[in-house]
């Protein structure tokens, strides 16, 4: 582990006006021509330098940080960690903090790992457990809450019971939304239920009514429906089944006619989109073509313009990242590692050196989680 270099005091304001000024330099803040600009446009550089190094010291919000139960670790995707990621997973104390300040993060919005509560079959015991499991999170950031922030786990095999869940944990708890792993098994371990069904509605319109962001977090596909990986299961997880597993349920979520119904309805997408932002065109134009039809009132990239929010979780690619900006807009566009599959050191590393402007620089690792979680 690198040692952890000696910060630079800064306040927030004092960040504030340092990301200010480099929003300035770059010209997207109101009041003054390019001309009047020109003599103090060293000063304003030195400023923009300055918003980079605090963000690169500890001005980051992470919103894909991931931590376990000791009592079913077994049973999620932590169980195939390395022993020293199983460590980093369960500590929710000194060590994860020591991991963020590497990583150049201030704030981490934590949430149960994968398959989480949506693996339950059991509706009884998916209530019991995604109860247990916010409780605990709540008990730790309560603990450290100017570093660490907690998305809900939800019992969506009851979506009353649900809906019920993330009422608590956002007025008493104070989380800032939830993050659910993909489709929920109920009853039957072999069964996968989406959440475009019309039993989901009022789940949405509770979601919707609180006003709080919805992380839908990829899932392995059931061995049942892993026909077009036989003989190579590894493709079904990380590398590639994740995110055609987290963009097919996004798409029934936009085709649905959701978003119509809900149109406020805030949903985040990790990995730079799960492939989403690169298929849009073709989507759009196959439909628009006639060839195929929804229940959308509007062109489904409209919707994740929109209604979603992508992260760079996962994916530590200029490329991909630069795509991302150029299909939903820098504003749309949120740092995350996904921590501890991921490293927090080479997270920053790239994003630090990535060649985008500063001001995006600011929007992506700060100011927009700021706006969109109220901090």
Request: net charge neutral.
């Given at each position: 582990?690198?040692?952890?270099s000696?910060k630079?005091?800064?306040?927030?304001?004092?960040?504030?006006?340092?990301?200010?000024?480099?929003?300035?330099?770059?010209?997207?803040?109101?009041?003054?021509s390019?001309?009047?600009?020109?003599?103090?446009?060293?000063?304003?550089?030195?400023?923009a330098?300055a918003?980079?190094?605090?963000?690169?010291?500890?001005?980051?919000?992470t919103?894909?940080?991931?931590?376990?139960?000791?009592?079913?670790?077994?049973?999620?995707?932590?169980?195939?960690?390395?022993?020293?990621?199983?460590?980093?997973?369960?500590?929710?104390?000194?060590?994860r903090?020591?991991e963020m300040?590497?990583?150049g993060?201030e704030?981490c919005?934590?949430?149960l790992?994968a398959?989480?509560?949506?693996?339950?079959?059991d509706?009884v015991?998916?209530?019991?457990?995604?109860?247990?499991a916010?409780?605990?999170?709540?008990?730790?950031?309560?603990?450290?809450?100017?570093?660490?922030?907690?998305?809900?786990?939800?019992?969506?095999?009851?979506?009353?019971?649900?809906?019920?869940e993330?009422?608590?944990c956002v007025?008493?708890?104070g989380?800032?939304?939830a993050?659910v792993?993909?489709?929920?098994?109920?009853?039957?371990?072999?069964s996968?239920?989406?959440?475009?069904?019309?039993?989901y509605?009022?789940?949405?319109?509770?979601?919707q009514?609180?006003?709080?962001?919805?992380?839908l977090?990829?899932?392995t596909?059931?061995?049942?429906?892993?026909?077009s990986?036989?003989?190579h299961?590894?493709?079904?997880?990380?590398?590639?089944?994740?995110?055609?597993?987290?963009?097919?349920?996004?798409?029934?979520l936009?085709s649905?006619g959701?978003?119509?119904e809900?149109?406020?309805?805030?949903?985040?997408?990790g990995?730079m989109?799960?492939?989403?932002p690169?298929?849009?065109?073709?989507?759009d134009?196959?439909?628009?073509r006639?060839?195929?039809?929804?229940?959308?009132?509007?062109?489904?990239s409209?919707?994740?313009?929109q209604n979603?929010?992508?992260?760079t979780?996962?994916?530590?690619?200029t490329?991909?990242?630069?795509?991302?900006?150029?299909?939903?807009?820098?504003?749309?566009?949120l740092?995350?590692?996904?921590?501890?599959?991921e490293?927090?050191?080479?997270?920053?590393?790239?994003?630090?050196?990535a060649?985008?402007?500063?001001p995006?620089r600011l929007?992506?690792?700060?100011?927009?989680?700021?706006?969109?979680?109220?901090f």
């Amino acid at each position: 582990m690198e040692p952890t270099s000696k910060k630079p005091t800064i306040t927030r304001r004092n960040f504030l006006e340092l990301g200010s000024a480099a929003l300035a330099t770059a010209g997207v803040l109101a009041g003054g021509s390019p001309a009047s600009a020109e003599p103090n446009a060293a000063k304003k550089s030195d400023a923009a330098n300055a918003a980079s190094t605090m963000l690169a010291t500890n001005g980051k919000i992470t919103l894909e940080e991931h931590f376990a139960l000791a009592e079913t670790i077994g049973a999620s995707s932590a169980s195939g960690l390395t022993p020293e990621a199983r460590l980093q997973i369960l500590d929710m104390g000194t060590g994860r903090i020591a991991e963020m300040d590497r990583g150049g993060v201030e704030i981490c919005i934590l949430s149960l790992v994968a398959p989480g509560i949506q693996g339950i079959s059991d509706p009884v015991q998916a209530i019991a457990i995604a109860r247990k499991a916010n409780d605990y999170l709540a008990e730790h950031v309560s603990k450290n809450p100017k570093r660490l922030k907690g998305f809900a786990a939800l019992p969506l095999q009851d979506p009353q019971a649900a809906a019920e869940e993330l009422t608590r944990c956002v007025k008493e708890l104070g989380f800032c939304g939830a993050l659910v792993h993909g489709f929920s098994q109920i009853g039957q371990p072999d069964s996968a239920v989406y959440y475009d069904l019309p039993q989901y509605r009022p789940f949405w319109a509770t979601v919707q009514q609180l006003d709080v962001p919805f992380y839908l977090h990829p899932r392995t596909p059931l061995a049942s429906r892993q026909q077009s990986y036989e003989g190579h299961s590894w493709i079904t997880g990380s590398p590639w089944g994740f995110a055609v597993e987290t963009s097919i349920h996004a798409l029934r979520l936009m085709s649905s006619g959701l978003f119509d119904e809900y149109p406020n309805l805030k949903v985040i997408l990790g990995h730079m989109g799960e492939g989403l932002p690169f298929g849009m065109w073709r989507i759009d134009n196959r439909i628009a073509r006639g060839a195929i039809t929804t229940k959308a009132k509007r062109p489904i990239s409209q919707y994740l313009c929109q209604n979603f929010y992508i992260t760079t979780s996962g994916v530590f690619h200029t490329p991909a990242l630069t795509n991302v900006i150029s299909e939903v807009g820098v504003d749309r566009v949120l740092y995350s590692v996904d921590y501890p599959f991921e490293d927090m050191g080479a997270a920053r590393d790239w994003f630090d050196r990535a060649p985008i402007s500063e001001p995006e620089r600011l929007k992506i690792a700060r100011t927009n989680a700021q706006k969109l979680f109220r901090f």
